[in-house]
């Protein structure tokens, strides 16, 4: 079965622009994570989506938000880019029950430049 | 809080040796998972192991070993005769069951270089 898809693979971007990014999670999965990993911080958590709901949020500013549509495909957005922001971007898909610890798929990534 | 600790940066091995990446974990809770992700240089994250706290077996799956002992706060991975493909960096990461479904926490990774 096809993996998770994320789109586009490469971005550059200047500053105070903004950015939307897109994950296709595997079929039937209904949970999406976003992860945003830098050589500084590593992978750190960004928010996840479950059933077109918020379920946990990272400590991450306001500009960083997302969304999850009816399919489970879910985009997130980064308002007023600052160059801080250049990372990669991971989303992570799993079935998302409340059997915790299901393992999560993840998809290529988004590189993301501002300049 | 939880935290999770890989002190092995980067490791260079020869190829067909042994090789074994280390990693502490510190939670409060007691139900907890342990995960060993590979991100190769293309990107993604493979899932490799996920392990329970309860559960403290070791397991091997081909030339992959994994050692989880709680009273050492530890779950390490270990690479039989090491093959040129396992370079890659690596990533164990510990997601806990305060809440249901928690986000994972993720050490900083070792990248691990096996040279012909």
């Known amino acids: 079965k096809a993996g998770v898809t994320q789109t586009p693979r490469y971005l550059i971007k200047t500053r105070g622009q903004q950015v939307t990014l897109s994950c296709s999670p595997i079929?039937?999965?209904?949970?999406v994570s976003w992860y945003q990993q830098t050589p500084g911080q590593g992978l750190q958590f960004l928010f996840e989506?479950?059933?077109?709901?918020?379920?946990n949020k990272g400590n991450f500013p306001g500009r960083f938000s997302g969304r999850q549509f009816s399919n489970s495909r879910s985009e997130m957005n980064v308002s007023t880019l600052e160059l801080g922001d250049s990372a990669l971007y991971l989303c992570?898909?799993?079935?998302?029950?409340?059997?915790?610890?299901?393992?999560?798929?993840f998809g290529q990534g988004t590189r993301l430049t501002v300049v | 809080a939880q935290k999770v600790t890989q002190a092995q940066t980067e490791i260079s091995v020869v190829e067909k040796e042994d090789v074994t990446l280390d990693c502490v974990y510190e939670t409060r809770d007691t139900t907890y998972y342990l995960f060993w992700y590979k991100q190769p240089p293309s990107g993604e994250l493979v899932f490799l192991i996920r392990r329970n706290s309860f559960d403290e077996q070791n397991e091997i799956s081909g030339r992959y070993s994994w050692n989880f002992q709680k009273s050492t706060s530890s779950f390490n991975f270990t690479i039989t005769a090491s093959q040129v493909v396992d370079s890659a960096v690596y990533f164990c990461?510990?997601?806990?069951?305060?809440?249901?479904?928690?986000?994972?926490?993720f050490g900083k990774g070792t990248r691990l270089s096996v040279i012909a």
């Open positions: 079929s039937g999965h209904r949970s």
């Open positions: 990461a510990l997601s806990e069951a305060l809440s249901g479904n928690t986000p994972l926490v």
């Open positions: 992570a898909s799993s079935l998302g029950g409340r059997d915790f610890g299901t393992e999560a798929f």
């Open positions: 989506y479950f059933s077109e709901t918020q379920r």
